[in-house]
């Protein structure tokens, strides 16, 4: 019996024949189940949603969405909570934004797979680089990155550099990828990607 | 060069034509491997879609799309229909 993940069962689909596959044959225990499609036609995922935090308490976010609906997060030991970087539950702050992806419990809590908080993916223009601060300019008008000692630079599918040299140079257009600070609005930088 | 990837697939005439049937038009995953990059896709958006997968393989060099198609489990999920999108 051939086992298979589920990269290889898409590969050797793609680039195989028209035809049926067999669930069986190809060593999944459990028959195939699309993982999406679950929510009202038209709707959006019911297992990914993004609002702000109002208050954490014992595991749990409490949020409100874009609506101002209420929104409960349950986050626990097999989630991943991204702050910038990989961190924990001790730093989700009220006033924090997020968007989460996991599964609905039955009480309509969306228990968190992977949240990230605060993240920001902008495409910039940079104008001045000097010590950890980098000043650009996106679609928005100008802003203000910092350089922290977890930013990475990134080509193409290259390994993640801690060698900014390259990239972080004014008149360079790039993508970062970084948490904004609420009080003052400057990005923190996690990712200058080409 | 995911750009360039991402660019083949969606100019492609197979892209257009289950696009409006995509959960999302950001691909759930995507992965580069013998210098071919697989774009992978849920479909299930609207009440008259196939609930299931789109899968493209790009050359990574030139983004030109090699092969596309889709998989739609039947009813028991004991099996998966293997579709061409590329006619």
């Known amino acids: 019996m051939i086992n298979m993940n589920r990269r290889q069962l898409l590969k050797t689909s793609v680039l195989g024949g028209a035809g049926t596959l067999s669930a069986a044959a190809l060593g999944f225990a459990q028959p195939f189940q699309p993982t999406q499609g679950q929510g009202e036609p038209g709707g959006l995922s019911p297992n990914f949603a993004h ?5 954490v308490e014992k595991g749990i976010i409490i949020a409100v969405d874009e609506d101002r609906a209420p929104l409960r997060v349950a986050v626990n030991d097999g989630s991943r909570v991204w702050k910038g970087v990989d961190t924990t539950f001790d730093d989700v702050q ?12 039955d009480d309509g809590t969306l228990v968190a797979e992977t949240i990230w908080l605060n993240i920001v993916n ?4 940079i104008q001045n680089v000097s010590d950890d601060r980098m000043d650009f300019v996106d679609h928005n ?6 350089l922290m000692p977890y930013t990475v630079a990134v080509h193409d599918l290259a390994p ?5 040299s390259t990239l972080a140079v004014a008149g360079r257009y790039v993508q970062i990828v ?3 600070q609420p009080d003052t609005g400057e990005i923190h930088i996690s990712r200058i990607i080409a | 060069m995911l750009r360039r990837v991402m660019g083949g697939v969606k100019r492609s005439p197979a892209y257009r034509r289950i696009c409006g049937g995509l959960t999302s038009r950001c691909p759930a995953d995507a992965w580069l491997e013998d210098d071919l990059c697989f774009v992978h896709f849920h479909m299930g958006q609207g009440p008259d879609t196939e609930h299931g997968w789109a899968v493209f393989a790009v050359r990574a060099d030139d983004g ?6 889709k998989l739609i489990p039947d009813k028991t999920g004991q099996e998966v229909v293997v579709s061409e999108l590329l006619t």
């Open chain 1, 51 to 55: 609002g702000l935090v109002q208050a």
């Open chain 1, 94 to 105: 009220p006033g924090d934004f997020f968007y989460v992806r996991g599964t609905r419990a």
């Open chain 1, 122 to 125: 902008l495409t910039i223009e």
């Open chain 1, 141 to 146: 008008g100008t802003g203000v990155g910092r």
């Open chain 1, 160 to 164: 993640p550099s801690r060698d900014l």
């Open chain 1, 178 to 180: 970084g948490t904004v």
């Open chain 2, 64 to 69: 030109q799309l090699v092969a596309a198609k």
